[in-house]
């Protein structure tokens, strides 16, 4: 038996007295963690050591029995906790060697990712919540809620109000009823390629929302910021953010669920190498090419996608028995995965590969992934002549995402 965390998110039917109850709650917890983080950033200026948990949560009763930050008595006590908790972890992890991508935590402004976490005290019945100070809540249900609820969380997404369930439940994993294996390239010309020669295409209604989204932010430059008009333009841009963000999540759940049932494991590049080294504009000698047309809004949608995929492959294969393992990345999309040949002219387009040895033609994505096949299969990594090239052609993965369409 092994234990697996699933989280469940719903949207809640808020009336107006409601909604201004969570926004209150939600500007509270904001003030808190925003009093904190500069309690915090001043002492380390000062070369003071940082507050942690226990001593920010007696600052925040002696705020809270204050005249002037009483209004932190009105939300819940555990929500106020978690939030300082939150901001414990956020320090405790910029601090942490083993996570060099970690940042200082940053200051929330208001409107932005409202969310207000539950640890305890909340009930569920069949189609609503109960949640301490607020009451019971309910929530349009679209599948049935199993497991054990560890927490909720709200959040606001373009004025609407959704609670993230977040359960845990006991199953048998047993072995993953498949023993195939496959190796999935992030696509350049498309959203990702299988090493089988199945090549994914994306979702076509990317494009048409990315041009209506600019289209709006492009009105919302021209209106007086600040005014009523700019900021009905502004909830108009936060709605389209949020359509595109469904899509897109459907979309790769969809595609996630389908390869997980199929698959017993998946290879994939390891990104943190390719996170960490390269720079997005290429090196001095090979500038990465036609960066201006992948830069921007359809490189971010796409990365973003890529890294939810494998978040969700990652769970999803874990509960078949599967597994996702990452592999050295280097010189995949210039080995020939016929031959073994490593030339940069091998690669002629963005799409198109010629071995020049062999003289093997295959799209040049589908090529890259038999070759991450072939790499978790060995253990061996594409050969490779020299640390520059391995670079350059970090550098050109990292550019080439072009938009799915
Ligand atoms: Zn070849």
Request: charged letters at 30%; proline letters at 2%; one cysteine or more.
């Amino acid at each position: 038996m092994s234990k697996i965390r699933k989280a469940y998110k719903v949207r809640l039917k808020t009336n107006d007295e409601l909604e201004r109850k969570l926004v209150r709650i939600s500007g509270s917890t904001r003030f808190l963690w925003n009093k904190s983080l500069a309690m915090n950033l001043e002492r380390l200026e000062r070369d003071q050591g940082i507050l942690w948990y226990n001593e920010l949560a007696f600052w925040m009763k002696v705020w809270k029995g204050s005249e002037e930050y009483g209004f932190l008595g009105e939300c819940p006590s555990q929500i106020l906790q978690q939030k300082l908790m939150d901001l414990e972890r956020a320090f405790r992890d910029c601090f942490d060697r083993k996570q060099p991508l970690k940042r200082l935590p940053v200051f929330k402004k208001k409107g932005m990712a409202d969310s207000i976490r539950f640890p305890q005290g909340f009930k569920i019945d069949n189609r609503r919540i109960f949640l301490p100070k607020i009451g019971w809540v309910g929530f349009y249900k679209s599948r049935e809620i199993l497991g054990k609820v560890k927490n909720i969380t709200l959040t606001r997404r373009a004025g609407r109000w959704y609670a993230s369930i977040q359960t845990e439940q006991d199953i048998e994993i047993g072995k993953h009823p498949s023993d195939s294996v496959i190796g999935i390239d992030a696509g350049i010309k498309c959203f990702a390629a299988f090493s089988d020669g199945t090549l994914v295409e994306g979702v076509n209604s990317f494009r048409r929302h990315e041009q209506a989204l600019a289209r709006e932010q492009h009105r919302l430059a021209r209106k007086q910021k600040g005014s009523e008009n700019w900021n009905r333009q502004k909830r108009k841009i936060a709605r389209l953010h949020h359509r595109i963000a469904n899509v897109r999540g459907d979309f790769l759940h969809k595609l996630s669920t389908e390869v997980s049932k199929n698959q017993a494991r998946v290879y994939v590049e390891n990104l943190n190498i390719r996170g960490m080294s390269g720079s997005a504009r290429g090196t001095e000698e090979e500038p990465g090419s036609n960066i201006k047309a992948k830069a921007g809004l359809n490189k971010s949608i796409l990365d973003q996608g890529w890294f939810e995929f494998r978040r969700q492959l990652v769970y999803k294969l874990a509960w078949q028995g599967g597994s996702l393992e990452e592999v050295d990345a280097r010189n995949t999309s210039l080995r020939c995965s016929c031959c073994g040949h490593i030339e940069k002219r091998n690669r002629k387009s963005q799409a198109e590969f010629v071995c020049l040895s062999c003289g093997k033609e295959q799209h040049a994505d589908v090529n890259a992934a038999i070759n991450i096949l072939t790499v978790g299969q060995t253990g061996m990594a594409c050969g490779s002549n020299r640390n520059s090239g391995r670079k350059q052609e970090l550098a050109r993965n990292r550019e080439g995402v072009l938009p799915v369409a």
